[in-house]
């Protein structure tokens, strides 16, 4: 399959596995932002603004739809070191992630120990 058509089919799967979309519990977004920062960043840098990957700053997404960035996160990009997250996000989810990168990514909220 090409690469071409690889990404639409991606796209569309993409779109139709987040019917259920929507902003995760805070619990969850704290949970997801940490994997950005921490999983993506392995590749992409800690600060999102590249490394192994290409950065993920919301100057370098412009353009870029968020279903299809949402489908990239889901599937991967094969013949590439971007892996599927899949097994580990839902759909809404991995939507959920590429809008906020699109709107510039949240920092991390640590909490401090008691």
């Given amino acids: 399959m090409s690469r071409t058509a690889f990404l639409s089919l991606a796209l569309a799967l993409a779109a139709s596995a987040a019917g259920a979309q929507g902003t995760p519990d805070p ?22 603004t590249g490394g192994l990957g290409p950065a993920l700053t919301r100057e370098s997404l412009a353009g870029k739809p968020p279903e ?14 971007m892996p599927p997250w899949s097994a580990m996000l839902q759909g809404s989810e991995a939507l959920w992630i590429a809008e906020q ?7 991390e909220n640590r909490r401090s120990a008691p």
Avoid: K, W
């Avoid at 299809?68 to 070191?81: K, M, S």
């Fill in 27 to 48: 619990d969850r977004a704290a949970q997801l932002v940490r994997m950005v920062r921490q999983d993506c960043g392995s590749c992409h840098g800690m600060r999102l």
């Fill in 68 to 81: 299809y960035l949402a489908a990239v996160i889901t599937h991967g990009i094969p013949g590439t070191p």
């Fill in 101 to 107: 990168l699109t709107n510039g990514f949240p920092e």
